[in-house]
Protein backbone atom coordinates (compact mmCIF):
# COMPACT_ATOMS: atom_id res chain seq x y z
CA UNK A 1 0.00 0.00 0.00
CA UNK A 2 2.67 2.55 0.65
CA UNK A 3 4.48 1.35 -2.57
CA UNK A 4 1.53 2.23 -4.18
CA UNK A 5 1.09 5.86 -2.34
CA UNK A 6 4.47 6.42 -3.04
CA UNK A 7 4.09 5.97 -6.62
CA UNK A 8 1.33 7.74 -7.71
CA UNK A 9 2.83 10.20 -5.84
CA UNK A 10 5.74 10.44 -7.72
CA UNK A 11 3.48 10.30 -10.67
CA UNK A 12 1.75 13.32 -9.72
CA UNK A 13 5.15 15.02 -9.04
CA UNK A 14 6.49 14.15 -12.50
CA UNK A 15 3.35 15.64 -13.75
CA UNK A 16 3.48 18.98 -12.36
CA UNK A 17 7.13 19.25 -13.53
CA UNK A 18 6.13 17.95 -17.01
CA UNK A 19 3.38 20.85 -17.19
CA UNK A 20 5.43 23.57 -15.99
CA UNK A 21 8.43 22.53 -19.14
CA UNK A 22 5.25 22.21 -21.78
CA UNK A 23 4.15 26.38 -19.64
CA UNK A 24 7.67 27.38 -20.07
CA UNK A 25 8.48 25.93 -23.43
CA UNK A 26 4.67 28.21 -25.00
CA UNK A 27 5.69 31.37 -23.01
CA UNK A 28 9.72 31.58 -22.65
CA UNK A 29 10.06 32.56 -26.57
CA UNK A 30 7.25 35.18 -25.25
CA UNK A 31 8.99 36.71 -22.10
CA UNK A 32 12.25 36.04 -23.69
CA UNK A 33 10.94 38.34 -27.20
CA UNK A 34 9.85 40.96 -24.69
CA UNK A 35 12.86 40.88 -22.32
CA UNK A 36 15.38 40.97 -25.42
CA UNK A 37 13.56 43.51 -27.38
CA UNK A 38 13.17 46.28 -24.28
CA UNK A 39 16.41 45.29 -22.06
CA UNK A 40 19.08 43.46 -24.79
CA UNK A 41 18.38 45.88 -27.92
CA UNK A 42 21.96 46.34 -29.02
CA UNK A 43 23.00 42.76 -27.97
CA UNK A 44 20.41 41.89 -30.45
CA UNK A 45 21.88 44.41 -32.72
CA UNK A 46 25.12 43.34 -32.45
CA UNK A 47 24.35 39.74 -33.27
CA UNK A 48 24.39 40.59 -36.78
CA UNK A 49 27.53 41.01 -37.52
CA UNK A 50 27.36 43.45 -39.69
CA UNK A 51 25.94 46.04 -37.01
CA UNK A 52 28.76 44.48 -34.86
CA UNK A 53 31.33 45.80 -37.32
CA UNK A 54 29.59 49.03 -37.96
CA UNK A 55 29.22 49.95 -33.87
CA UNK A 56 33.32 49.14 -33.46
CA UNK A 57 34.17 51.08 -36.75
CA UNK A 58 31.31 54.22 -36.05
CA UNK A 59 31.79 54.48 -32.44
CA UNK A 60 35.06 55.95 -32.23
CA UNK A 61 34.34 58.95 -34.83
CA UNK A 62 30.48 59.65 -33.77
CA UNK A 63 32.43 60.11 -29.70
CA UNK A 64 35.12 62.51 -31.39
CA UNK A 65 32.23 64.70 -33.19
CA UNK A 66 30.26 64.83 -30.39
CA UNK A 67 33.63 66.05 -28.30
CA UNK A 68 34.02 68.39 -30.92
CA UNK A 69 30.28 70.22 -30.42
CA UNK A 70 30.75 69.77 -26.55
CA UNK A 71 27.81 67.07 -26.74
CA UNK A 72 27.25 64.28 -24.80
CA UNK A 73 27.98 60.54 -25.98
CA UNK A 74 25.93 58.70 -26.36
CA UNK A 75 22.89 60.74 -26.48
CA UNK A 76 19.73 59.30 -24.53
CA UNK A 77 17.70 61.19 -27.02
CA UNK A 78 16.79 61.82 -30.39
CA UNK A 79 15.35 64.06 -32.87
CA UNK A 80 15.42 64.07 -36.80
CA UNK A 81 13.57 66.53 -38.42
CA UNK A 82 13.53 66.64 -42.70
CA UNK A 83 12.47 69.35 -45.02
CA UNK A 84 11.84 67.62 -48.59
CA UNK A 85 11.81 70.60 -50.74
CA UNK A 86 15.68 71.60 -48.95
CA UNK A 87 16.20 67.93 -49.62
CA UNK A 88 18.14 68.34 -45.89
CA UNK A 89 18.12 66.32 -42.66
CA UNK A 90 18.91 67.87 -38.96
CA UNK A 91 19.69 65.30 -36.24
CA UNK A 92 19.70 66.90 -32.77
CA UNK A 93 20.43 65.50 -29.47
CA UNK A 94 19.98 65.43 -25.54
CA UNK A 95 20.93 63.81 -22.47
CA UNK A 96 18.05 64.90 -20.23
CA UNK A 97 14.39 64.49 -20.14
CA UNK A 98 13.83 68.58 -19.51
CA UNK A 99 16.98 69.94 -21.05
CA UNK A 100 16.92 71.34 -24.95
CA UNK A 101 17.72 69.85 -27.64
CA UNK A 102 21.16 70.69 -29.26
CA UNK A 103 22.36 70.38 -33.04
CA UNK A 104 24.30 68.10 -34.00
CA UNK A 105 24.34 67.58 -38.05
CA UNK A 106 22.92 68.03 -41.30
CA UNK A 107 22.56 65.27 -43.97
CA UNK A 108 21.64 65.57 -47.56
CA UNK A 109 18.58 63.67 -49.02
CA UNK A 110 19.82 61.90 -52.05
CA UNK A 111 16.63 62.18 -54.22
CA UNK A 112 13.05 62.33 -53.70
CA UNK A 113 9.98 61.29 -56.11
CA UNK A 114 6.47 63.54 -55.49
CA UNK A 115 6.01 66.91 -54.51
CA UNK A 116 4.97 68.92 -51.37
CA UNK A 117 1.95 67.79 -49.52
CA UNK A 118 1.37 64.97 -47.35
CA UNK A 119 1.10 61.04 -48.75
CA UNK A 120 -2.54 59.90 -49.08
CA UNK A 121 -2.37 56.55 -50.93
CA UNK A 122 -0.20 53.37 -51.83
CA UNK A 123 1.51 54.32 -55.42
CA UNK A 124 1.36 57.74 -55.21
CA UNK A 125 5.60 57.81 -54.20
CA UNK A 126 5.24 60.36 -51.98
CA UNK A 127 7.05 61.21 -48.83
CA UNK A 128 4.95 61.43 -46.01
CA UNK A 129 4.48 64.74 -44.04
CA UNK A 130 3.73 64.98 -40.37
CA UNK A 131 4.57 63.70 -37.05
CA UNK A 132 6.29 59.94 -37.01
CA UNK A 133 8.97 57.96 -35.22
CA UNK A 134 11.26 55.11 -35.73
CA UNK A 135 9.71 52.06 -35.77
CA UNK A 136 12.52 49.38 -37.27
CA UNK A 137 15.71 49.07 -37.48
CA UNK A 138 16.59 46.95 -39.90
CA UNK A 139 20.25 45.42 -40.74
CA UNK A 140 19.38 43.57 -43.77
CA UNK A 141 18.02 46.29 -45.56
CA UNK A 142 18.29 46.01 -49.47
CA UNK A 143 19.44 49.51 -49.53
CA UNK A 144 22.52 49.09 -46.91
CA UNK A 145 20.60 49.53 -43.35
CA UNK A 146 17.59 51.22 -42.93
CA UNK A 147 15.34 53.02 -40.01
CA UNK A 148 11.14 52.24 -40.47
CA UNK A 149 8.68 55.23 -40.02
CA UNK A 150 5.24 54.57 -38.52
CA UNK A 151 3.47 55.24 -41.27
CA UNK A 152 0.72 55.27 -41.64
CA UNK A 153 0.37 57.72 -38.21
CA UNK A 154 -3.08 58.24 -36.47
CA UNK A 155 -4.16 61.14 -38.71
CA UNK A 156 -2.86 59.45 -41.94
CA UNK A 157 -5.36 56.23 -41.24
CA UNK A 158 -8.09 59.11 -41.14
CA UNK A 159 -7.30 60.95 -44.08
CA UNK A 160 -5.45 58.48 -46.48
CA UNK A 161 -7.21 56.24 -48.88
CA UNK A 162 -8.55 53.16 -46.19
CA UNK A 163 -8.31 50.84 -48.92
CA UNK A 164 -4.78 51.32 -49.70
CA UNK A 165 -2.85 54.24 -47.63
CA UNK A 166 0.44 52.49 -48.65
CA UNK A 167 3.30 51.74 -45.88
CA UNK A 168 6.88 50.68 -46.00
CA UNK A 169 8.29 54.32 -45.63
CA UNK A 170 12.28 54.25 -44.52
CA UNK A 171 15.19 56.38 -43.80
CA UNK A 172 17.87 54.09 -45.90
CA UNK A 173 21.02 54.16 -47.48
CA UNK A 174 22.19 53.67 -51.43
CA UNK A 175 21.32 56.94 -52.15
CA UNK A 176 18.87 56.25 -55.03
CA UNK A 177 15.14 57.01 -55.80
CA UNK A 178 12.60 54.31 -54.29
CA UNK A 179 10.12 56.73 -52.85
CA UNK A 180 11.58 56.99 -49.54
CA UNK A 181 14.27 59.22 -47.44
CA UNK A 182 17.27 58.27 -49.00
CA UNK A 183 20.94 59.48 -47.48
CA UNK A 184 24.47 57.65 -48.09
CA UNK A 185 25.80 54.98 -47.24
CA UNK A 186 28.09 56.80 -44.47
CA UNK A 187 25.36 58.61 -43.20
CA UNK A 188 22.81 56.07 -42.74
CA UNK A 189 25.94 54.47 -40.52
CA UNK A 190 25.97 57.25 -38.47
CA UNK A 191 22.06 57.54 -38.01
CA UNK A 192 21.77 53.52 -37.61
CA UNK A 193 24.75 53.96 -34.25
CA UNK A 194 22.75 57.28 -33.24
CA UNK A 195 19.51 55.65 -33.25
CA UNK A 196 20.23 52.35 -31.80
CA UNK A 197 22.00 53.89 -28.65
CA UNK A 198 19.46 55.97 -28.04
CA UNK A 199 16.67 53.15 -28.53
CA UNK A 200 19.33 51.61 -26.55
CA UNK A 201 18.91 53.53 -23.41
CA UNK A 202 15.34 53.81 -23.07
CA UNK A 203 13.92 56.24 -26.03
CA UNK A 204 11.33 53.93 -27.23
CA UNK A 205 10.01 56.38 -29.56
CA UNK A 206 12.39 58.61 -31.64
CA UNK A 207 10.66 61.62 -33.43
CA UNK A 208 11.11 62.17 -37.12
CA UNK A 209 9.04 64.98 -38.04
CA UNK A 210 8.59 65.25 -41.86
CA UNK A 211 8.25 69.05 -42.95
CA UNK A 212 7.38 70.34 -46.74
CA UNK A 213 10.20 72.82 -46.08
CA UNK A 214 12.75 74.61 -44.23
CA UNK A 215 10.22 77.56 -43.04
CA UNK A 216 13.65 79.37 -42.25
CA UNK A 217 14.42 79.77 -45.60
CA UNK A 218 12.41 82.61 -48.21
CA UNK A 219 13.26 80.81 -50.99
CA UNK A 220 11.39 77.86 -49.87
CA UNK A 221 9.10 79.32 -48.24
CA UNK A 222 7.80 80.70 -51.71
CA UNK A 223 7.99 77.80 -53.48
CA UNK A 224 5.40 76.10 -50.80
CA UNK A 225 3.26 79.11 -51.01
CA UNK A 226 3.35 78.93 -54.77
CA UNK A 227 1.97 75.29 -54.34
CA UNK A 228 -0.06 76.06 -52.30
CA UNK A 229 -1.74 78.27 -54.64
CA UNK A 230 -2.96 75.56 -56.79
CA UNK A 231 -3.53 72.96 -53.78
CA UNK A 232 -5.32 75.44 -51.17
CA UNK A 233 -6.65 72.11 -49.79
CA UNK A 234 -3.58 71.56 -47.86
CA UNK A 235 -3.07 74.78 -46.37
CA UNK A 236 -4.55 74.37 -43.19
CA UNK A 237 -2.57 71.04 -43.48
CA UNK A 238 0.87 72.99 -44.04
CA UNK A 239 -0.03 75.23 -41.34
CA UNK A 240 0.16 72.84 -38.41
CA UNK A 241 3.29 71.51 -40.14
CA UNK A 242 4.91 75.85 -39.90
CA UNK A 243 3.40 75.70 -36.27
CA UNK A 244 5.32 72.97 -35.33
CA UNK A 245 9.05 74.23 -37.05
CA UNK A 246 8.72 77.37 -34.69
CA UNK A 247 7.63 75.83 -31.63
CA UNK A 248 10.76 74.23 -32.13
CA UNK A 249 12.65 77.10 -32.90
CA UNK A 250 11.80 78.85 -30.15
CA UNK A 251 11.93 75.79 -27.51
CA UNK A 252 14.37 73.20 -28.85
CA UNK A 253 11.82 70.87 -27.42
CA UNK A 254 9.46 68.47 -29.54
CA UNK A 255 6.48 70.10 -29.95
CA UNK A 256 3.26 68.49 -28.34
CA UNK A 257 0.49 67.15 -31.31
CA UNK A 258 -2.45 65.96 -31.05
CA UNK A 259 -4.74 64.69 -33.78
CA UNK A 260 -8.11 65.80 -33.54
CA UNK A 261 -11.86 63.35 -34.33
CA UNK A 262 -10.68 65.02 -38.19
CA UNK A 263 -7.27 63.28 -38.70
CA UNK A 264 -5.68 66.84 -38.05
CA UNK A 265 -2.89 67.76 -36.47
CA UNK A 266 -3.45 70.50 -33.81
CA UNK A 267 -0.19 72.14 -32.06
CA UNK A 268 0.49 75.20 -30.19
CA UNK A 269 0.32 78.09 -32.38
CA UNK A 270 3.51 80.12 -32.32
CA UNK A 271 4.09 83.73 -33.75
CA UNK A 272 6.90 83.67 -36.68
CA UNK A 273 9.91 84.98 -34.35
CA UNK A 274 10.75 88.31 -35.15
CA UNK A 275 14.77 87.05 -34.92
CA UNK A 276 14.19 84.40 -37.22
CA UNK A 277 13.96 86.37 -40.84
CA UNK A 278 14.20 83.77 -43.43
CA UNK A 279 17.26 84.04 -45.89
CA UNK A 280 17.88 82.71 -48.92
CA UNK A 281 19.94 79.61 -49.18
CA UNK A 282 23.23 80.62 -49.81
CA UNK A 283 23.96 77.65 -52.22
CA UNK A 284 21.92 78.87 -54.95
CA UNK A 285 23.57 81.04 -57.23
CA UNK A 286 22.22 82.34 -60.78
CA UNK A 287 21.83 80.18 -63.29
CA UNK A 288 22.65 81.69 -66.65
CA UNK A 289 19.49 79.96 -67.78
CA UNK A 290 15.99 78.55 -66.83
CA UNK A 291 15.08 75.55 -69.40
CA UNK A 292 11.47 75.50 -70.15
CA UNK A 293 9.67 72.79 -68.13
CA UNK A 294 7.66 70.93 -71.70
CA UNK A 295 4.86 69.75 -69.51
CA UNK A 296 3.31 71.42 -66.86
CA UNK A 297 2.94 69.81 -63.15
CA UNK A 298 -0.79 69.40 -63.46
CA UNK A 299 -0.24 67.23 -66.31
CA UNK A 300 2.63 64.81 -64.70
CA UNK A 301 1.58 61.68 -63.24
CA UNK A 302 0.85 62.43 -59.19
CA UNK A 303 0.97 58.92 -58.35
CA UNK A 304 2.19 55.48 -59.92
CA UNK A 305 1.70 52.32 -59.71
CA UNK A 306 5.38 51.61 -60.76
CA UNK A 307 8.41 54.09 -60.80
CA UNK A 308 10.51 54.46 -63.93
CA UNK A 309 13.41 52.46 -64.18
CA UNK A 310 16.97 53.26 -65.01
CA UNK A 311 18.48 51.23 -67.49
CA UNK A 312 19.93 48.25 -65.24
CA UNK A 313 17.87 49.72 -62.15
CA UNK A 314 18.93 51.25 -59.08
CA UNK A 315 22.65 49.90 -58.83
CA UNK A 316 23.58 51.11 -62.26
CA UNK A 317 22.01 54.65 -61.25
CA UNK A 318 23.77 55.11 -58.49
CA UNK A 319 27.08 54.26 -60.54
CA UNK A 320 25.94 56.76 -63.01
CA UNK A 321 25.72 59.03 -60.08
CA UNK A 322 29.01 58.26 -58.12
CA UNK A 323 30.73 58.68 -61.47
CA UNK A 324 29.04 62.33 -62.51
CA UNK A 325 29.78 63.47 -58.74
CA UNK A 326 33.69 61.95 -59.29
CA UNK A 327 33.65 64.32 -63.08
CA UNK A 328 32.51 67.55 -61.30
CA UNK A 329 34.78 68.08 -58.47
CA UNK A 330 36.89 69.71 -61.67
CA UNK A 331 34.08 72.36 -62.08
CA UNK A 332 34.57 73.17 -58.36
CA UNK A 333 35.05 77.09 -57.19
CA UNK A 334 39.15 78.01 -56.25
CA UNK A 335 39.21 76.88 -52.25
CA UNK A 336 35.71 75.37 -52.62
CA UNK A 337 36.09 71.21 -51.01
CA UNK A 338 32.41 70.39 -51.48
CA UNK A 339 28.78 71.34 -53.22
CA UNK A 340 25.58 69.91 -52.92
CA UNK A 341 23.18 70.02 -56.34
CA UNK A 342 19.45 69.39 -56.47
CA UNK A 343 17.71 68.01 -59.46
CA UNK A 344 14.87 67.52 -61.26
CA UNK A 345 13.97 65.85 -64.00
CA UNK A 346 10.95 64.86 -66.06
CA UNK A 347 11.19 60.86 -67.32
CA UNK A 348 8.16 61.08 -70.22
CA UNK A 349 5.81 58.01 -71.10
CA UNK A 350 8.36 56.83 -73.56
CA UNK A 351 11.24 57.05 -71.31
CA UNK A 352 13.31 59.55 -72.39
CA UNK A 353 14.49 62.39 -70.16
CA UNK A 354 12.87 65.44 -71.45
CA UNK A 355 13.37 68.41 -68.89
CA UNK A 356 16.51 68.51 -66.31
CA UNK A 357 17.04 71.29 -64.03
CA UNK A 358 19.27 72.20 -61.21
CA UNK A 359 16.94 73.72 -59.00
CA UNK A 360 19.56 75.04 -56.05
CA UNK A 361 23.37 74.40 -55.32
CA UNK A 362 26.41 74.47 -57.99
CA UNK A 363 27.73 76.92 -59.90
CA UNK A 364 26.96 77.92 -63.72
CA UNK A 365 29.09 75.54 -65.17
CA UNK A 366 28.58 72.41 -62.91
CA UNK A 367 24.74 72.65 -63.47
CA UNK A 368 24.84 73.04 -66.71
CA UNK A 369 27.41 70.13 -67.18
CA UNK A 370 25.19 68.09 -64.73
CA UNK A 371 21.73 69.47 -66.83
CA UNK A 372 23.10 67.79 -69.98
CA UNK A 373 24.48 64.74 -68.61
CA UNK A 374 20.88 63.64 -67.51
CA UNK A 375 19.02 64.97 -70.40
CA UNK A 376 22.04 62.66 -72.56
CA UNK A 377 21.20 59.17 -70.18
CA UNK A 378 19.36 56.82 -71.98
CA UNK A 379 15.83 55.66 -72.01
CA UNK A 380 14.35 54.60 -68.54
CA UNK A 381 11.75 52.02 -68.62
CA UNK A 382 8.54 54.67 -67.99
CA UNK A 383 6.63 54.73 -65.01
CA UNK A 384 3.70 52.62 -64.99
CA UNK A 385 0.19 54.13 -63.52
CA UNK A 386 -3.00 51.50 -64.35
CA UNK A 387 -1.34 49.55 -67.06
CA UNK A 388 -0.30 52.73 -68.99
CA UNK A 389 2.90 54.86 -69.51
CA UNK A 390 3.31 58.19 -67.56
CA UNK A 391 5.46 60.99 -67.53
CA UNK A 392 6.72 61.67 -64.00
CA UNK A 393 9.13 64.29 -62.50
CA UNK A 394 11.81 63.28 -59.79
CA UNK A 395 14.33 64.55 -57.66
CA UNK A 396 18.06 63.85 -57.33
CA UNK A 397 21.13 65.26 -55.24
CA UNK A 398 24.12 65.36 -56.61
CA UNK A 399 27.17 65.82 -54.02
CA UNK A 400 29.98 66.60 -55.03
CA UNK A 401 33.08 66.67 -53.13
CA UNK A 402 37.20 66.77 -53.49
CA UNK A 403 38.86 63.90 -51.94
Known amino acids: MHIIFFCMKKIRFLCQVLILFCFSLYFSPLFSQTSNYSVHFMDNQKSFPKISELMSREEDTLQKQFRAKQLVWPARFVYIRSFKYDSEMEVWVKNKQNEKYKYFKTYKICALAGSLGPKRMAGDYQVPEGFYYINEFNPRSL ?12 SDKMLCDLSQPGGDIYIH ?24 HAKDLGQDFIPVHIFPVNFNNAKSVAYLNRFLVSFNEYVPFEKSMQNAFYYFEKNHQVPPVIVNAKGEYVIEEVPVPASFSPTTDVRTTKKL ?25 NAAFKIFIDKLSADMIRELEPGQRKAFVLMEFI ?53 VEAP
Request: net charge negative; charged share 20%.
Open 347 to 399: IDDNGKTIYANAISGGNDKMNQKIEKAFTDMPLWVPALRQGKNVPIKLKQNIM
Open 173 to 196: GSCVTTGCIPITDGQIEELYVLAA
Open 143 to 154: YHLSLGLNYPNA
Open 289 to 313: YHPEQPIPDEDLAANVDKLPVYPGG
